[in-house]
């Protein structure tokens, strides 16, 4: 969502080292000596990205809330971590990485905690749900992995309304930045999503090989399911037990998929409405 967003932006600029140099990571900013009050090179609207959940992100700013099976999110997690932060690659099996890390996060209880992947979706999902569906929250986009994957230029063209692109450059913009956040484009341009900036900038201070990580991508072929054959019956039935403890309940939805369906009946054409535009905004994502 960075590069959909900074393409957008810039109608395909793709002169930066690291995408997080030109959308900063809010969480790591100053880790990597970045200035979040900068204006970003006085392009506009400035971008950011954080991983908070929402009683923790920064006010003010309009929202793209990515979000993803949680099964496929915990398997792109650990492919990314090994060789990285688990070292050597290999160390910690995928089902003790799961059941250790990403099950046994929580509520957090400071905002130097990360919400548990299920509190997360339900901070961001719960009011629009409960106010009947549709985009009820004009400064909130719902942007799935998996229509990402499906039709990615209907999500950039929802983006871009979004992000209040209009008139003759609409098209183009839409263009540029469909192509230029493929698999295929961003695969040849592999080393521009691949944190290494926060690696050159954190990996000896926590006590990682200098290298560590650098053959770890954001960028890879695992789409949707992916996970599905490296998980055990008991670690998937684990997952569905922490949905149904904390996203049913509160969303109402027995499982992913059934939010998932809820959610394309509210993009237009269905039951719903987009939100609009708003001048003079920062975006998240």
């Keep these: 969502m960075q590069q959909i967003c900074h393409q957008l932006r810039?109608?395909?600029d793709m002169n930066f080292s690291e995408i997080s140099e030109v959308v900063p990571w809010v969480e790591l900013a100053h880790d990597l000596g970045q200035d979040l009050n900068a204006d970003q090179g006085g392009l506009s609207p400035r971008l950011f990205?954080?991983?908070?959940?929402?009683p923790h992100?920064?006010?003010?700013?309009?929202?793209?809330?990515c979000f993803r099976d949680p099964e496929d999110v915990v398997y792109s997690f650990f492919r990314f971590f090994d060789g990285w932060f688990i070292q050597p690659k290999g160390a910690v099996s995928f089902?003790?990485?799961?059941?250790?890390?990403?099950?046994?996060?929580?509520?957090p209880t400071s905002p130097m905690q990360n919400a548990s992947y299920w509190h997360h979706l339900v901070s961001w999902m719960e009011n629009i749900v409960k106010k009947g569906g549709g985009q009820e929250d004009e400064d909130v986009l719902l942007v799935a992995?998996?229509?990402?994957?499906?039709?990615?230029?209907?999500?950039v063209?929802?983006?871009?309304?979004?992000?209040?692109?209009?008139?003759?450059?609409?098209?183009?913009?839409?263009?540029?930045a469909t192509e230029h956040s493929s698999l295929a484009f961003m695969q040849r341009h592999r080393d521009k999503f691949d944190e290494h900036l926060t690696k050159e900038a954190r990996n000896e201070a926590m006590?990682?090989?200098?290298?560590?990580?650098?053959?770890?991508?954001?960028?890879?072929?695992?789409g949707v399911g992916a996970a599905a054959a490296a998980?055990?019956?008991?670690?998937?039935?684990?997952?569905?037990?922490r949905w149904q403890e904390v996203a049913s309940e509160s969303l109402g939805f027995g499982d992913y998929s059934e939010l998932l369906v809820w959610h394309r009946q509210q993009q237009v054409g269905l039951n719903g409405s987009e939100p609009k535009a708003r001048k003079g905004a920062q975006y998240f994502s």
Aim: proline letters at 3%.
């Design 57 to 65: 992100v920064p006010k003010g700013g309009r929202y793209i809330v």
């Design 10 to 12: 810039t109608c395909g």
């Design 231 to 241: 998980m055990s019956p008991a670690l998937r039935e684990a997952m569905q037990r």
């Design 207 to 222: 006590g990682l090989p200098r290298e560590a990580g650098r053959e770890n991508a954001k960028v890879k072929e695992g």
């Design 49 to 54: 990205k954080s991983h908070a959940w929402k």
């Design 145 to 155: 992995f998996e229509d990402l994957k499906g039709d990615l230029e209907r999500q």
């Design 157 to 176: 063209r929802r983006v871009a309304t979004f992000m209040g692109y209009t008139g003759d450059e609409f098209e183009e913009r839409v263009r540029v």
């Design 95 to 107: 089902e003790v990485f799961a059941r250790e890390f990403f099950l046994h996060r929580g509520y």
